[in-house]
């Protein structure tokens, strides 16, 4: 597509709850990046994914934090067990490769744990 | 890992002033880009520029590598200019290292 594409724009769930968060990067980009916001603050890093190699899982916050990258291309961010503290902004970024190239934001989904 | 400093935390001008924003590495680096996250949370990219000066419009940019720093000029801003500028570095060809962030109010 044009854009990174992020789905849903927005979704509310209840503690406890797990929940799918979606990426579709810019056709033919090979890295992946998923960022956390929480309000107010700066980007926090989560995970990265590059090509086929085993992704950099060191920004994870906690096993209940999990993501995959099937095919090279869509990726899919879940936190089971939902707590208040995960409400936050979720930010996908994609770029063709993890050298001297820019990196391309989603619009985010906005997460909030009631 | 690598630290991003950025500064002023906060701006105010009023509209049709100028500004400078600046953005410290404690490292050297990759790849260092500017974004604008408008009210609406959308980050936008301002600039890929990991050396020299670049300019687009009414922004402009210029990094320092060799002193680890980075500059983003803004001449005669608008109200639209409101909003986090962020200055992001990637160290080792790996990840993204974001600054703090210049929360921006341009009055009008």
């Known amino acids: 597509g044009a854009g990174v594409s992020q789905s849903p724009s927005n979704k509310v769930t209840e503690k406890g709850k797990d929940v799918e968060l979606r990426c579709d990067p810019i056709s033919g980009h090979t890295a992946l990046y998923w960022y956390r916001q929480s309000l107010g603050q700066g980007l926090e890093f989560l995970i990265y994914f590059q090509g086929n190699s085993a992704p950099d899982k060191s920004g994870l916050p906690s096993d209940r934090f999990s993501a995959e990258r099937t095919g090279g291309s869509v990726s899919t961010l879940t936190i089971q067990r939902t707590q208040q503290e995960d409400s936050a902004v979720y930010l996908c970024a994609s770029s063709l490769s993890a050298g001297p190239s820019g990196y391309t934001f989603g619009s985010g989904t906005r997460l909030t744990v009631v | 890992g690598i630290q991003v400093e950025q500064s002023p935390p906060d701006l105010i001008l009023q509209e049709g002033a100028n500004s400078t924003l600046r953005c410290n590495f404690s490292?050297?680096?990759?790849?260092l880009q500017w974004f604008h996250q408008n009210p609406w949370g959308q980050l936008i990219n301002l600039f890929y520029i990991p050396s020299g000066t670049k300019q687009n419009g009414r922004l402009s940019a210029t990094t320092v590598a060799t002193e680890r720093y980075s500059l983003l000029y803004i001449s005669s801003s608008q109200t639209t200019d409101s909003g986090v500028y962020f200055c992001a570095v990637i160290y080792n060809f790996n990840k993204f290292y974001f600054g703090s962030g210049t929360k921006l109010n341009v009055k009008p």
């Open positions: 490292d050297s680096v990759n790849n």
